[in-house]
């Protein structure tokens, strides 16, 4: 098996899952001073090259966001083109005399309130847009399945799938790798997620409906103890536990001091920096027609063709009439 050994504690790298041993690891990496966490620290401080601090940051991010995944096809088809540019942009005024009187009217104010605003972007800082280079693979239907809280690792998601227990908007889905459009609903079978079964050992789940005060009509969630200071959804997903259905309602997105990528390092530390650098380096060369059709399945890309091709039916169709 692929995911044999990934939770050993001599390497300590955290995954996509809520087993005590990938807790565990997490605490070393992030919370205790030890061999560790040093492992972090990057900069003139450090005795490694800088190809060496670049790799052990991409090490460390690629266990976490996408170990599933194959270097190459990550690095070809899950890795952006660029990274947005958060900087403020100054308003360009073009036109006739009078636009530019008006201008120069408002300049001496504009420039105040420049002022300010730049004292608060220098309070605030940058958006951590490092953290957006996972995007692509947060749109993945086994990733979006752990993250709305029907899976306990990535591991267990991916089987949710290939073994035929997901429905993506109302068909039975088998394929892992597909990267849902914004509106995508996924459903899950509820016998097949281990949460909702009755525990061998209720002394070790916490169940939630079953507390004094709770409503009747809750969803009996049987959740580990260990696992539920870890449990969160994002932002940019819509989950209704009683029908076991998710929406992706948008791309996730950053802001000064908030990035909606969950990960266990700092969204504009020195990690996600180095990583990025690395890959910036180490790019695929450009796509072909024929790697364009291994590509894998991407239900936004493959919207906007559908959309193109009916813009070009419809333009053909008017100039034959």
């Not at 847009?129 to 899976?151: K, P, Q, T, Y």
């Amino acid at each position: 098996m692929r995911d044999v050994g990934i939770f050993s504690t001599r390497r300590a790298l955290p995954r996509m899952s809520w087993t005590p041993k990938n807790l565990f690891n997490l605490v070393q990496r992030t919370v205790q001073d030890g061999d560790k966490k040093k492992d972090l620290d990057f900069g003139g401080g450090s005795r490694d090259t800088l190809f060496q601090q670049r790799w052990r940051a991409k090490t460390l991010v690629r266990a976490y966001h996408g170990d599933l995944l194959n270097e190459k096809i990550f690095k070809r088809w899950y890795l952006p083109d660029y990274l947005p540019d958060v900087r403020p942009r100054r308003k360009v005024f073009s036109g006739d005399q009078a636009q530019l009187a008006e201008f120069a009217k408002r300049k001496q104010k504009e420039e105040k309130k420049d002022e300010k605003d730049k004292e608060k972007e220098k309070d605030k800082g940058l958006a951590p847009i490092g953290s957006l280079m996972f995007a692509e693979v947060e749109r993945r239907l086994d990733v979006l399945i752990f993250r709305s809280c029907f899976a306990h690792s990535i591991y267990e998601a991916r089987r949710l799938v290939v073994h035929g227990n997901v429905l993506l908007n109302g068909k039975r889905h088998y394929n892992a790798n597909t990267r849902l459009a914004p509106g995508d609903m996924f459903s899950v079978k509820p016998s097949a997620i281990q949460f909702l079964q009755p525990p061998k050992n209720p002394d070790e789940c916490d169940d939630i409906s079953g507390r004094e005060g709770a409503p009747e009509d809750l969803t009996p969630f049987h959740l580990p103890f260990y696992a539920s200071p870890w449990l969160f959804i994002p932002a940019y997903l819509e989950v209704s536990f009683p029908t076991c259905s998710a929406v992706y309602v948008r791309h996730p997105t950053a802001r000064p001091q908030y990035s909606e990528i969950p990960t266990p390092y700092d969204a504009d530390g020195d990690v996600i920096r180095y990583a990025w650098e690395w890959y910036m380096e180490h790019r695929p060369r450009k796509r072909t027609e024929s790697q364009w059709a291994k590509m894998p399945d991407d239900r936004l890309r493959r919207h906007m063709q559908e959309h193109r091709l009916g813009k070009n039916s419809l333009k053909l169709a008017t100039s034959i009439v």
